[in-house]
């Protein structure tokens, strides 16, 4: 469990470790606006309440390229841990196959590793592949990818506090809550199952 970073304009940011937290509200970088009254931070020195939002006192510009940053765990997320061909869910592959990421025009023909040029792909399709585009090997997109929003990425692989939800949907709108929850749902059953 982590705790909601908000930009100073509420836009939520990410999810912080609890330490890191308290530390920005310690250094005055960041204000404590929900804490777990339940809880609290304990350190060698310090007592203090254990955060679950903290807003930062200025405002932060967070570079496009940073948004645009694709690793595997949100990629992985964004595409429902399933292979973009083959429609393989991750608890469906078998042996030593695993998820991968795929750029579709590939990276030696100029190729980029952009959101809009990659997809989680199973191992078996990736390396049927190889340095091609999808149409010359035989194999179809299931989905178009797109840059995703990056709250729901967070969501999708971290778990939220009702409190912490309440900040997102003051933000999006509630709408966009319900939409997080059903995908925050599937991720948890999938958690349960396993790896
Ligand atoms: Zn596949």
Known sequence: MGCLALNASYEPLTVVPVRRAVRLVLDRKAELLEADDARAFRSERTEVPFPLVI????FVQVPRRFRRQVTNTFLF???????????RHRSELRGRQ??????????????????????ASC??????????????????????????NHVHLVW?????????????????????????????????????SGK
């Not at 999708?156 to 966009?176: D, S």
């Open 123 to 148: 191992s078996p399709c990736n390396n049927r592949k190889g340095n091609r585009l999808p149409e010359e090997v035989g194999l179809k997109l299931l989905s178009k990818p797109k840059e995703p």
């Open 77 to 87: 997320a964004r595409d429902n841990y399933s292979c973009q061909y083959c429609g």
């Open 156 to 192: 999708a692989v971290r778990r939220l506090t009702p409190i912490q939800a309440k900040y997102i949907g003051m933000f999006y709108g509630e709408e966009t809550v319900s939409v997080l929850e059903a995908k925050g749902g599937s991720t948890a059953r999938e958690r349960g």
């Open 98 to 119: 695993f998820l991968t990421r795929d750029h579709i025009l590939p990276l030696s023909r100029g190729g980029g590793n952009t959101w809009r040029n990659v997809v």
């Open 55 to 58: 807003r930062l006192v200025r």
